[in-house]
């Protein structure tokens, strides 16, 4: 089994920051993109920002210049570095990643979620 578990969401006020991680565990035999979704209320879940292995990223325009993605392949781990945060931010943060499992081979995997909610 693979899992991904997202940790670091929370209350903000506007302007302020947090930091999201997901770390990927179980039969793990590689990990190619890893990357934030995130959906907020009313909405459909939008790509936040990706990176490759290799460790280039991609961004969508509403966070470029803010947010930050990072990953450590060490500790199969990635992370979302969110500074000068907005209202419209608020949402459930999914983390995802196309891993290739020792057992089923490449699969899409997706976080449990985690509330970033910022207040105006």
């Known amino acids: 089994q693979v899992q991904l578990v997202e940790s670091g969401g929370g209350l903000v006020q506007a302007g302020g920051s947090l930091r999201l991680s997901c770390a990927a565990s179980g039969t793990i035999f590689s990990i190619d993109v890893m990357g934030w979704y995130r959906q907020g209320p009313g909405k459909q879940r939008e790509l936040v920002a990706a990176?490759?292995?290799?460790?280039?990223?991609n961004y969508a325009d509403s966070v470029k210049g803010r947010f930050t993605i990072s990953r450590d392949n060490a500790k199969n781990t990635v992370y979302l570095q969110m500074n000068s945060l907005k209202p419209e931010d608020t949402g459930v943060y999914y983390c995802n990643s196309r891993i290739n499992s020792r057992i089923t081979g490449w699969g899409n995997y997706w976080g449990q979620g985690t509330q970033v909610t910022v207040s105006s």
């Open positions: 990176i490759t292995i290799g460790g280039n990223p």
